[in-house]
């Protein structure tokens, strides 16, 4: 018995070179696979994956897109912040020329000499959703930040800045804007008042800070993002 299955596989014809040849051939995944580490798996993971360099340097772009993407989402802010308050002021100076006008025409120097000091926010018919109301010497810390308040005691208009790393000027800490009613008297007309205008206590500036206050509006921001 064992004879004949002896003689049965050695009549099976023998694996030649040019079998594995065609083989290789038909199936070209196994061509020149001599272990399981240098087989079509081994390849194919190769060719498809990342090596850590790739990684490294996809990681590193990123990086650099994301940075660059928020630093111009953050100039954006303070810029649109900058543009809402000039266009209330300017909305305000508006209406407060046409306040004159109308006291001009009617010849009422009385009601025009009373608009010094006042509050220019009654002169508007609707007011800006972040005015805040008319205080009697409130803390300027307890305002939050991008919101305009009245204050009776020193009759000025108040603008509480948000982005102070973007403002320069006003009158110190916390980072504000000030704007008072004042009459414009002229000689010619013997000192009477001919006009009102809405004025800045003190000089400021929109607009990236020098060095040194860059540095300590990123220390303050710092300081706000934690809590400090």
């Known amino acids: 018995m064992r004879h004949l299955c002896c ?6 014809p023998p694996v030649s070179y040019g079998l594995i040849k065609e083989f290789e051939t ?25 090596t850590l360099l790739e990684l490294v340097v996809v990681i590193a772009v990123i990086a650099v ?23 209330v002021l300017g909305t305000l100076r508006s209406a407060l020329g046409m306040k ?79 704007f008072m009613i004042r009459i414009a008297p002229a000689r010619y007309a013997h000192g009477e008042a001919v006009g009102a205008v809405l004025v800045a206590v003190a000089p400021y500036r929109w607009g990236p800070r020098r060095a040194a206050e860059r540095t300590q509006g990123m220390i303050w921001s710092i300081g706000r993002i934690f809590g400090f």
């Open 100 to 178: 004159v006008a109308s006291d001009l025409v009617n010849d009422d120097i009385a009601d025009l000499r009373r608009l010094a000091g006042s509050n220019p926010m009654r002169e508007l018919a609707q007011t800006p959703k972040n005015y805040l109301g008319a205080f009697d010497g409130v803390n300027p810390a307890s305002i939050p930040g991008g919101h305009w308040y009245f204050d009776r005691h020193s009759r000025m208009l108040i603008y509480r800045v948000r982005n102070r790393d973007y403002f320069s000027g006003g009158l110190g800490s916390p980072a504000r804007a000030e």
């Open 65 to 87: 897109l994301l940075t660059v993407a928020i630093g111009r989402l953050w100039g954006l802010q303070k810029e649109a912040e900058a543009t809402a308050m000039e266009q």
């Open 7 to 12: 003689q049965k596989l050695d009549k099976l």
């Open 26 to 50: 038909r199936h070209p995944r196994f061509a020149g696979s001599t272990s399981p580490s240098e087989g079509p798996l081994a390849r194919s993971w190769r060719e498809r994956g990342f």
